[in-house]
């Protein structure tokens, strides 16, 4: 299943295709790629767990990333804070009291924007999970290239040579940003316009997901 990708070229966004329920032994798992960037993402949860584990008053969410290959580095526990910020923006865990969601992401392939890929996944797989959720989230990655330019969906030699790189996620309902993160050098004018070029761009993402899950119900009840 594939997004209308004459409409993301306008964008400037790379491609997207999805299959959920690709993990049979998980509760909600999405696999997603965008262009050539992979990620695959599971959800188990909410389940008992031990008594040491347990908030009386929500869930306990836990977040693993697994790189392609060797073991976590540094920049791979910040995509796991970055997931968990954005997961705890969005879950309703209050629903879960004593329980665990565990959210589990794999590196399949790295082209570029494999942070976005992952979070996009991460919201798939929830869905798919049937998570209670305040507000499904996209994000989406830009940069500033050498010439000041800012580009969407940037590619990997494009991201090294990049002067700033910025990560916004953003919530379905109002489009407000839920989760941001930068790189490098920029002024607050520079911030805003890749901010709100992204926050337009999270349109197409929302649409690929309401694709999506229309496909996929369609396939159950048919």
């Given at each position: 299943?594939?997004?209308?990708?004459?409409?993301?070229?306008?964008?400037?966004?790379?491609?997207?295709?999805?299959e959920l329920n690709f993990l049979s032994k998980s509760d909600g798992s999405a696999i997603l790629s965008?262009?050539?960037t992979v990620a695959l993402t599971s959800v188990n949860g909410p389940l008992e767990v031990k008594m040491s584990s347990q908030s009386i008053e929500k869930t306990t969410l836990e977040v693993l990333?697994?790189?392609?290959?060797?073991?976590?580095?540094?920049?791979?526990?910040?995509?796991?804070?970055?997931?968990?910020?954005?997961?705890?923006?969005?879950?309703?865990?209050?629903?879960?009291?004593?329980?665990?969601i565990t959210v589990t992401v794999q590196e399949?392939?790295?082209?570029?924007?494999?942070?976005?890929?992952?979070?996009?996944?991460?919201?798939?797989?929830?869905?798919?999970?049937?998570?209670?959720?305040?507000?499904?989230?996209?994000?989406?990655?830009c940069c500033v290239d050498e010439c000041g330019d800012i580009l969407l969906e940037p590619e990997a030699d494009q991201l090294d040579a990049a002067r700033a790189?910025?990560?916004?996620?953003?919530?379905?309902?109002?489009?407000?940003?839920?989760?941001?993160?930068?790189?490098?050098?920029?002024?607050?004018d520079t911030y805003r316009e890749a901010m709100e070029r992204?926050?337009?761009?999270?349109?197409?993402?929302?649409?690929?997901?309401r694709d999506i899950v229309s496909k996929y119900s369609k396939i159950i009840g048919g």
């Open positions: 299943m594939g997004t209308d990708e004459a409409k993301l070229k306008d964008f400037k966004l790379k491609p997207m295709k999805c965008q262009g050539s990333f697994t790189p392609k290959g060797g073991k976590p580095s540094v920049k791979d526990r910040y995509k796991e804070n970055v997931i968990r910020q954005t997961c705890e923006e969005a879950i309703l865990s209050s629903l879960y009291p004593r329980t665990g399949l392939e790295d082209y570029g924007g494999l942070l976005s890929t992952c979070v996009n996944s991460v919201c798939l797989a929830l869905i798919n999970s049937g998570v209670a959720m305040r507000h499904v989230f996209a994000a989406v990655l790189v910025f990560s916004f996620v953003f919530d379905e309902r109002d489009k407000s940003l839920v989760t941001g993160f930068t790189e490098g050098n920029f002024s607050e992204c926050r337009s761009a999270s349109d197409l993402v929302f649409a690929f997901y």
